[in-house]
């Protein structure tokens, strides 16, 4: 395993759901089966996947015992997880770089996605009160 295997899925190049969807995968579960096995609905696994939403700490834990990861390394890439896709392994270096870089960016866009949306939120209590 090289350096970008063990840093493919850490916090500052992926997020939860990239995580959450990749030891999925690994796993061979859809998102049905999944679903049908923690006992929620398919939007809630889309969500968690998506980071449009995020599991409380029941269904996390029952998570990572289904999809056989620790969970830090759903929260943050670090611990016991999946390694590097397939897929990835075989792309060359520098299309590697690139999509590092993509991943790295969408990371980044959603830690200011949400930086904004706190900041809003504070105008908008700063001007009601």
Known sequence: MDETDENWYSSEIATFG???????????MSPQNLAKRLGVKQSTIRGWEADTNEPRANRLSM????????VMWLLTGEGEGVGTPRAERN????IRDILIDIRTLRATLKDTTEKLSELEKRLIERLNS
């Open 63 to 70: 998570l990572a015992g289904l999809l056989n990861v620790s």
């Open 18 to 28: 990239d995580r959450l969807a990749a030891a999925r995968e690994h796993s061979g």
């Open 91 to 94: 792309v060359p270096e520098e």
